[in-house]
């Protein structure tokens, strides 16, 4: 069974959501991820979701399109992720899923890519650019090679296309909390729609979910907890650490910040 | 392939010409791709759109545009019969205003209530603010801080139609990244918002949403051609960036194989230095801005900047019809420089008394550059696209550094 379904049926049974956070390698400071990705293994964090950075992250708000640009100064690509991932698993056994944009992917090489996640250990890929009309491009080869595509279903999406999303997903659907792109909200932009997605997508698949988009704050996960078996914080972290001086200092930035928000 | 084919086969039911287009996009903003598609479906063929949009292009825009012979120019150069289908004379000064108002009846007829646009030359983001102040319309143009530098014109010209001109500072600061700013707008606001695309490229159905609505220039010219001469051009020529008016006035001469198509890129400073924007001549098949495309990147699919003296060309993508029509090999991907531009624009200005954009004085220029390898009677039509007035500092700044 896939790995990541693994944790959110291991978690349901406990009563207990799934943590889910990303990171922009290398990001604010280098020789920062592997040290990060084992605070938050031991933090409560049951999946790490690596950002690999791409020059026209259309998807992204303004931290994450920063972050990426920071790392790409210090030519963060896939192979250098791959190695980070590598590391990361040598010490810990965390899920690791890599978000990542279709092009860089292209350039890699599908088949070269597949092979190098499998090897470093990914255990799933989220790809904001490629909706359900273009996963043919990847979908046979993840499958026969047991990589879960993740996919995201927006609040704008149809019914029937949910079905179809929710079908197709991996190891969970990534629900998008609202209409717009990466970054922190304000608590209360979490209300009714909100509810009504979530509660439209458990109405018609029984697939674990996982929200994300616009999270920061724990008041916003004890609001969506009904709803939900799982939250992914990205933007919120990535700015904690912005302010530090030096990565021990990101590293307790981020600790601070993220057993604040995952209190369970 | 059998060109006779072409027109009934591409795009195809998912957006693809060959191996390019589709919708590379958050799923946020799928269903209003769908619903966009269906729109245009819907309503183009109704005697009511027909109507309203050929009424307000013949009197709002000014159309049919002249084909205008530069005989001057012909005689000049001592070659082939030049001819300039006029677009800078519609109203806003290009062909962008086709498309722009296009589709700001489609956002009408879909009950969007905002308007949000790119623009790198300003163009379009003036053709857009126009027809979003005809149609009262909030309208908010996104454009890159070096652009809003270099087409200082053009944005105090959307200001005063009563458009919010928003800087982009993120990335390279042009075209390409207030591309990405205004779809991060659309995705944010796509409930109320339509996104009037400026070129042919962009997610389906846009490629072919702009281009059916800038095909106007070559249907025209094929009616002008055969009233005037009785016969086809010889050769058509035309700048291409993301490829709007160079897919407008090729595309109803497509399945005519007889009639040579001639794209123009920006060689920006040489295609043999990495300052240029010759998307075609020197990229690879890659996905930006919502559709697979032949784009200038690195090896590692990081798109690449760009340069251009011309803001319009300065994009490293082509659209996806282009990147399909360079592999069948039905138009000619050719390259110009910044500094033969400039030399084109002068020698136009001074021939004909015609100023021309920058994107346009690259297609001016491959022909001036080529003309001993036409035929005397060959007639060639260039896509004259649009008007010089906003380069004129960029111009003059050029000129001072550079003796051409």
Not at chain 1, 160 to 174: H, K, V
Not at chain 2, 47 to 72: C, H, M, Q, W
Not at chain 2, 116 to 122: C, L, M, P, V
């Amino acid at each position: 069974m896939s790995k990541i379904k693994a944790i959110f049926e291991e978690r349901k049974k406990s009563g207990l959501k799934v943590n889910i956070a990303y990171i922009t390698p290398e990001y604010p400071f280098s020789g920062l991820t592997v040290p990060l990705a084992v605070m938050l293994a031991e933090n409560n964090v049951q999946i790490i979701e690596i950002g690999v950075p791409f020059s026209d992250p259309l998807a992204d708000g303004p931290v994450i399109q920063k972050s990426s640009f920071e790392a790409l100064k210090k030519n963060i690509n896939i192979e250098k992720i791959l190695n980070l991932v590598t590391e990361i698993k040598e010490q810990t056994d965390v899920a690791i899923v890599l978000m990542t944009y279709i092009n860089p992917i292209l350039s890699f090489g599908i088949d070269s890519f597949i092979a190098g996640c499998l090897k470093a250990g990914v255990s799933g890929i989220i790809i904001p650019d490629l909706p359900l009309d273009e996963i043919a491009l990847v979908k046979k080869a993840f499958d026969d090679a047991g990589l879960d595509l993740i996919m995201l279903a927006a609040p704008t999406t149809p019914s029937d296309r949910l079905e179809n999303i929710a079908s197709n997903s991996r190891g969970f659907i990534y629900c998008v909390s609202v209409t717009g792109v990466t970054g922190i909200r304000k608590t209360d932009y979490i209300d009714q729609t909100t509810y009504d997605f979530l509660n439209r997508i458990r109405s018609l698949s029984s697939k674990p979910i996982a929200i994300g988009f616009g999270l920061s704050e724990r008041e916003q996960l004890n609001r969506l907890a009904p709803y939900t078996d799982g939250f992914i914080i990205g933007s919120a972290l990535i700015k904690t650490m912005e302010p530090a001086s030096d990565k021990f200092e990101a590293l307790k930035f981020a600790r601070d910040f993220i057993q604040k928000v995952f209190s369970n | 392939m059998n060109l006779s084919e072409y027109y009934k086969t591409y795009p195809d039911e998912h957006g693809y010409f060959g191996d390019f287009g589709g919708r590379f996009v958050p799923e946020t903003i799928i269903p209003a791709l769908n619903e966009l598609e269906n729109a245009y479906k819907t309503i183009v063929h109704t005697d009511e759109f027909k109507n309203t949009i050929s009424g307000l292009l013949a009197n709002y825009v000014g159309r049919p545009t002249p084909l205008y012979y530069a005989e001057f120019l012909t005689e000049f150069l001592d070659g082939p019969k030049i001819y300039f289908k006029r677009e800078d004379l519609n109203h806003t000064g290009a062909h962008k205003i086709n498309n722009a108002l296009g589709q700001i009846l489609l956002a009408r007829h879909m009950g969007k209530k905002r308007i949000i646009a790119e623009t790198g030359a300003g163009q379009h983001g003036v053709a857009t603010a126009t027809v979003a102040a005809r149609f009262g319309m909030e309208c908010v143009v996104y454009m890159g801080a070096e652009d809003i530098d270099r087409q200082l014109p053009n944005v105090f010209r959307m200001e005063l139609l009563g458009t919010e001109v928003r800087s982009v500072t993120s990335g390279t600061q042009t075209l390409k990244d207030a591309t990405n700013e205004a779809i991060r707008d659309w995705v944010s606001n796509v409930q109320d918002t339509h996104y009037i695309i400026g070129s042919v490229v962009g997610p389906h159905p846009y490629p072919m949403i702009v281009r059916d609505f800038q095909r106007i220039i070559g249907d025209e010219l094929r009616q002008q051609a055969l009233t005037r001469f009785s016969r086809l051009p010889d050769v058509i020529v035309a700048c291409v960036g993301g490829g709007s008016n160079a897919i407008g006035i090729f595309y109803p001469f497509i399945e005519d194989k007889d009639v040579r198509l001639i794209g123009v890129e920006a060689a920006g400073l040489g295609t043999e230095t990495d300052q240029h924007a010759a998307s075609i001549t020197k990229g690879r098949t890659g996905v930006l801005h919502g559709s697979k495309m032949t784009l200038l990147q690195s090896s590692e699919g990081q798109i690449t900047p760009t340069h251009s003296i011309s803001a319009g060309l300065d994009y490293p993508g082509v659209g996806p019809e282009h990147s399909f029509l360079n592999t069948l090999k039905r138009v000619e991907y050719q390259t110009a420089d910044d500094v033969s531009a400039v030399k084109a624009l002068k020698l136009l200005s001074q021939k004909e008394g015609i100023i021309p954009a920058l994107e346009t004085a690259h297609a001016i220029s491959y022909v001036i550059e080529n003309a001993a390898k036409f035929k005397k009677d060959d007639i060639v039509v260039i896509n004259l696209s649009g008007r010089g007035d906003k380069d004129l500092s960029s111009v003059r700044k050029f000129l001072e550094r550079n003796d051409v």
